[in-house]
């Protein structure tokens, strides 16, 4: 079956630090990946997305790369802001049959001043 | 611009009553989604439709009950509310091969 592994948290930075949330994934067939961010008090928001290997998705500084070869999609971030803190979800879809988006438990990610 | 909208944002009721958690979008999609978020934030996908008149339950078994009559609007109903069912409930609708939209969500307290 399909799943996304994410990894686990709580995630506690300083402000400026270098981000790196791991995401494995394994699929039936080829996915298309996601990373979605929850803030607080708030519903999902698409935050990048990839939909073949060896693309790169990017967004407000983020950065995640689709490698096949290691079924991976790491979230990264080379300065966090106190903004970013924020849930993260990685997920996958393959858009054939049920069509169901497939998340990660998710990682709460906390920056500190 | 997402346009998905979920009332009310925030219930509390009592043990046994009958509610309705609306969804509704403005975009045409043709599929919606309903996911339950625990407190320790995973997502489980409990409904979700492909069209009007078309319902499937999802990969968490849930004791709710969805309809699709409008393509805009897909309601969640819970015909006896229990402390169980206490959660964050999260509307999703997507077109075709799109970004998936998430509505803000609605947190339900059952006392």
């Known amino acids: 079956g399909n799943s996304v592994t994410q990894m686990e948290g709580p995630v506690t930075l300083s402000e400026e630090a ?29 935050l990048l ?65 | 611009e997402a346009d998905i909208y979920q009332t009310p944002r925030y219930l509390v009721i009592g043990t046994g009553k009958k509610i309705t958690l609306e969804c509704s979008q403005t975009m045409g999609h043709d599929k919606m989604y309903w996911y339950q978020q625990d407190p320790g934030m995973e997502l489980h996908l409990i409904h979700y439709s492909y069209g009007v008149n078309s319902t499937e339950k999802g990969d968490l078994s849930s004791e709710s009950t969805v309809s699709r009559i ?29 970004e998936q939209f998430f509505g803000p969500g609605t947190r339900l307290t059952v006392l």
């Not at chain 1, 054939?96 to 001043?113: E, H, M, S, W």
């Not at chain 2, 999703?92 to 091969?97: V, W």
């Open chain 1, 18 to 46: 270098f981000l790196t949330i791991n995401c494995t994934y394994t699929a039936t067939g080829y996915p298309s990946l996601f990373w979605y961010v929850q803030y607080p008090g708030e519903g999902l928001q698409l």
């Open chain 2, 70 to 98: 409008r393509t805009e609007h897909f309601p969640l109903t819970l015909e006896s509310a229990r402390p169980s069912h206490t959660s964050q409930y999260l509307c999703a609708s997507r077109e075709g091969r799109g």
């Open chain 1, 49 to 113: 997305k990839a939909t073949k290997a060896d693309d790169k998705g990017s967004n407000k500084g983020f950065e995640a790369t689709y490698r096949k070869e290691t079924t991976s999609f790491h979230l990264e971030k080379g300065s966090v802001q106190v903004s970013d803190s924020a849930v993260y979800f990685c997920a996958l879809i393959i858009l054939q049959g049920a069509q169901k988006l497939v998340f990660g438990q998710g990682t709460r990610l906390t920056i500190n001043p």
